[in-house]
């Protein structure tokens, strides 16, 4: 994935606070609704539309159990970014 490509995905507050909360660990798709949903003031199914937006794009990977879905963070896309941004930081 391109750098540029992996900033229009993460330019979004919403698609950074799921990440963040992803970080720690696995959590179950209504968890991360509900702290989204009470953080930002939107509704379940746009907390939905940006885990597919992060998924289909490769940030995040879910999992069923049970009658739930488990997301987690892909680290890959992250490293990416991260090694473009290395070359910024030689800079200083």
Request: net charge positive; proline share 4%.
């Amino acid at each position: 994935m391109a750098a540029v490509h992996a900033f229009d995905v993460l330019g979004d507050p919403v698609r950074r606070r799921i990440l963040e909360l992803l970080a720690a660990g696995e959590r179950a798709a209504g968890d991360v609704g509900a702290t989204v949903q009470a953080e930002f003031g939107i509704t379940q199914s746009a907390v939905s539309q940006h885990l597919k937006v992060l998924r289909s794009n490769g940030f995040v990977q879910v999992r069923p159990e049970g009658n739930r879905r488990v997301y987690a963070v892909v680290p890959g896309p992250l490293r990416e970014i991260d090694a473009w941004l290395d070359h910024f930081r030689q800079l200083g």
